[in-house]
């Protein structure tokens, strides 16, 4: 089924339900919504003259228009190609020249006479570029409406650049059937959705944020743009004040600096419904501020771009267990299987490994990519055996619940033992000083590798390297304790928020070699 039909479905039944909303503001119905998207469909297919299949891109930060795009390239049988727009103009070219797109729709700053504009053109001579806020976009919504294109499941919808916190990204391609997966199991394994509730796009919609549109046109519910088209921890709290009933999805650095603000003024997140958080670690230290300071708001999902937002959830039930004898355990975890998946934890020759034993992270169902666009040396290194293999790695309890260790690539052997980096984060972050934390391996004589932990301090706090020391040999074995101390004021971040562990690493590189 083409995933159109999701909002045309909406826009029959609850036709004057709001749908889009700049801040407070609200912009469109769900008919008025239905009724654009279906124009500019008919102008994708007729005056742009795009063929079914064609790949279009968006280079937007999160604006009212990013909903109506995404919905008009699959209503005309196109795939779309969402581009974080903090990326730099080169690695936008990559991305347009891998993709072969046909079309790129901008924002400001990537106007089609901007020299970013003239390069890509040169990458993919066939690329059109059209503005959103320009007058050639807004003829296209007064175009002649046309049907849904039909769509075969496997069929592709959304091309999905990985991050690339390691090397060149690729395009991770996900068909209708993956996100229609991915949506029906939201409500099963993360939350309920009301045609009341609002989602707010705090985080970029080229990403997680922007994959919970279906969950939330499927309900008819309320689509919230903040008008700083960012993650703006006060104006999340004011528009949840205001709007009520909002959840969000965020990444857990971005969790922080909420509980920070929400705190900082006395509250307690009001108006907020859920905020599903993941991408990245959420440290136990964190979690449990983040319950204190927000209460039963927060779900915990474990996913990856190749099996998107689904392969565990820890449920809003399961944090606010507190009574359970292992619920600091189970916080400390990414939950359980989502119930569209299949995941085990494998040894190298992929058998499953059982209760307690870690091993790399599989997964097989029906949320788990085609492939890799293009890419079949690298679709055969991640697709086989029946499994996605997730380069993660982890253990189950007896109860089902998954906890992760570590990408196996930034698993540290020392002296030929493993250490996991996120055990020792979890040590250092229970130290009140400690704002961030990351360990990583740095090259040894003697052990092949040794961790090191590179230390943000919450302002005005200090602490010293040896206190930090002490406080890891009261929790964790002698060998995994960091061999170093490095503080900085902040640490490198790619524009998701998760922390990039190979410039870390970089640093110990002899010059040259980085
Ligand atoms: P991406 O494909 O960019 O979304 O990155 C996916 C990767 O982020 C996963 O393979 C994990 O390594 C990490 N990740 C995602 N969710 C979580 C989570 N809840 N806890 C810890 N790491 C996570």
Same mark, same amino acid.
């Given at each position: 089924m083409n995933l159109a039909h999701l909002l045309a479905r909406t826009a029959r039944v609850f036709?004057?339900?709001?749908?889009?909303?700049?801040g407070t503001r609200a912009i469109s119905s769900y008919s008025g919504l239905a009724r654009r998207v279906a124009a500019i469909a008919g102008a994708l297919r007729g005056a742009c003259g795009l063929q079914a299949g064609e790949r279009v891109a968006l280079l937007l930060g999160?604006?009212?228009?990013y909903l109506e795009l995404l919905y008009a390239i699959w209503h005309a049988g196109l795939v779309a190609v969402p581009i974080?727009? @903090?990326?730099h103009a080169r690695e936008v070219a990559f991305i347009l020249e891998d993709s072969q797109a046909s079309l790129l729709f901008s924002g400001a700053?990537? !106007?089609?006479?901007s020299p970013a504009a003239a390069m890509w053109s040169a990458c993919v001579p066939r690329l059109r570029i059209i503005a959103v806020d320009d007058g050639d976009y807004q003829r296209l919504a007064t175009s002649e409406p046309i049907a849904i294109s039909a769509a075969a499941p496997?069929?592709? !919808?959304w091309l999905f650049y990985t991050s690339g916190t390691t090397g060149r990204p690729k395009g991770v391609m996900l068909s209708h059937r993956n996100l229609l997966a991915m949506t029906l199991s939201y409500f099963a394994d993360v939350d309920q959705a009301l045609p009341a509730d609002g989602i707010l796009? !705090? !985080?970029?919609?080229?990403?997680g944020a922007g994959m919970y549109n279906f969950v939330h046109v499927l309900v008819g519910a309320r689509h919230v743009v903040p008008e700083s088209g960012a993650f703006d921890a006060a104006e999340i709290i004011e528009l949840a004040r205001s709007l009520r009933q909002l959840s969000l999805f965020a990444a857990p650095t971005m969790v922080r600096r909420l509980v920070d603000r929400v705190a900082a003024r006395g509250?307690?997140?009001?108006?907020? @419904?859920t905020i599903v958080y993941g991408g990245g670690p959420m440290y136990l230290a964190d979690a449990q501020r983040a319950l204190a300071v927000l209460g039963n708001r927060l779900v915990q999902i474990y996913g990856q771009g190749e099996s998107p937002m689904t392969i565990t959830a820890l449920s809003r039930q399961h944090h606010a267990?507190?009574?359970?004898?292992r619920h600091l355990e189970r916080l400390a975890s990414v939950g359980v299987a989502h119930s569209v998946v299949e995941v085990i934890v494998a040894d190298a020759n992929g058998r499953s490994l059982p209760a307690g034993e870690v091993g790399e992270i599989l997964v097989r169902g029906d949320?788990?990519?085609?492939?890799y666009w293009h890419n079949p040396q690298a679709t055969a290194a991640t697709l086989y055996g029946g499994w996605l293999h997730t380069g993660d790695v982890g253990s189950f309890d007896g109860d089902g619940f998954l906890t992760l260790r570590d990408r196996s690539k930034d698993v540290i052997i020392s002296g030929g033992a493993n250490i996991y980096p996120r055990e020792v984060e979890e040590v250092l972050l229970q130290?009140?000083?400690?704002a961030e934390v990351a360990v990583v391996g740095r090259p040894s004589t003697e052990w092949g590798e040794e961790a090191v932990a590179f230390v943000v301090c919450r302002p005005p706090m200090t602490v010293p390297g040896g206190d930090l020391d002490q406080l890891c040999l009261q929790s964790i074995a002698?060998?995994?304790?960091?061999r170093a101390y490095f503080f900085l004021a902040e640490l490198p971040k790619n524009h998701?928020?998760?922390?990039l562990k190979n410039e870390l690493r970089r640093r110990f590189m002899p010059p040259g070699e980085n």
């Amino acid at each position: 089924m083409n995933l159109a039909h999701l909002l045309a479905r909406t826009a029959r039944v609850f036709p004057e339900r709001p749908a889009l909303l700049l801040g407070t503001r609200a912009i469109s119905s769900y008919s008025g919504l239905a009724r654009r998207v279906a124009a500019i469909a008919g102008a994708l297919r007729g005056a742009c003259g795009l063929q079914a299949g064609e790949r279009v891109a968006l280079l937007l930060g999160n604006c009212p228009q990013y909903l109506e795009l995404l919905y008009a390239i699959w209503h005309a049988g196109l795939v779309a190609v969402p581009i974080n727009s @903090k990326l730099h103009a080169r690695e936008v070219a990559f991305i347009l020249e891998d993709s072969q797109a046909s079309l790129l729709f901008s924002g400001a700053g990537a !106007a089609p006479s901007s020299p970013a504009a003239a390069m890509w053109s040169a990458c993919v001579p066939r690329l059109r570029i059209i503005a959103v806020d320009d007058g050639d976009y807004q003829r296209l919504a007064t175009s002649e409406p046309i049907a849904i294109s039909a769509a075969a499941p496997d069929d592709l !919808a959304w091309l999905f650049y990985t991050s690339g916190t390691t090397g060149r990204p690729k395009g991770v391609m996900l068909s209708h059937r993956n996100l229609l997966a991915m949506t029906l199991s939201y409500f099963a394994d993360v939350d309920q959705a009301l045609p009341a509730d609002g989602i707010l796009y !705090a !985080a970029p919609m080229s990403h997680g944020a922007g994959m919970y549109n279906f969950v939330h046109v499927l309900v008819g519910a309320r689509h919230v743009v903040p008008e700083s088209g960012a993650f703006d921890a006060a104006e999340i709290i004011e528009l949840a004040r205001s709007l009520r009933q909002l959840s969000l999805f965020a990444a857990p650095t971005m969790v922080r600096r909420l509980v920070d603000r929400v705190a900082a003024r006395g509250g307690d997140g009001e108006g907020i @419904k859920t905020i599903v958080y993941g991408g990245g670690p959420m440290y136990l230290a964190d979690a449990q501020r983040a319950l204190a300071v927000l209460g039963n708001r927060l779900v915990q999902i474990y996913g990856q771009g190749e099996s998107p937002m689904t392969i565990t959830a820890l449920s809003r039930q399961h944090h606010a267990d507190r009574d359970h004898p292992r619920h600091l355990e189970r916080l400390a975890s990414v939950g359980v299987a989502h119930s569209v998946v299949e995941v085990i934890v494998a040894d190298a020759n992929g058998r499953s490994l059982p209760a307690g034993e870690v091993g790399e992270i599989l997964v097989r169902g029906d949320t788990v990519m085609q492939g890799y666009w293009h890419n079949p040396q690298a679709t055969a290194a991640t697709l086989y055996g029946g499994w996605l293999h997730t380069g993660d790695v982890g253990s189950f309890d007896g109860d089902g619940f998954l906890t992760l260790r570590d990408r196996s690539k930034d698993v540290i052997i020392s002296g030929g033992a493993n250490i996991y980096p996120r055990e020792v984060e979890e040590v250092l972050l229970q130290h009140p000083a400690v704002a961030e934390v990351a360990v990583v391996g740095r090259p040894s004589t003697e052990w092949g590798e040794e961790a090191v932990a590179f230390v943000v301090c919450r302002p005005p706090m200090t602490v010293p390297g040896g206190d930090l020391d002490q406080l890891c040999l009261q929790s964790i074995a002698r060998f995994k304790r960091p061999r170093a101390y490095f503080f900085l004021a902040e640490l490198p971040k790619n524009h998701y928020g998760k922390v990039l562990k190979n410039e870390l690493r970089r640093r110990f590189m002899p010059p040259g070699e980085n």
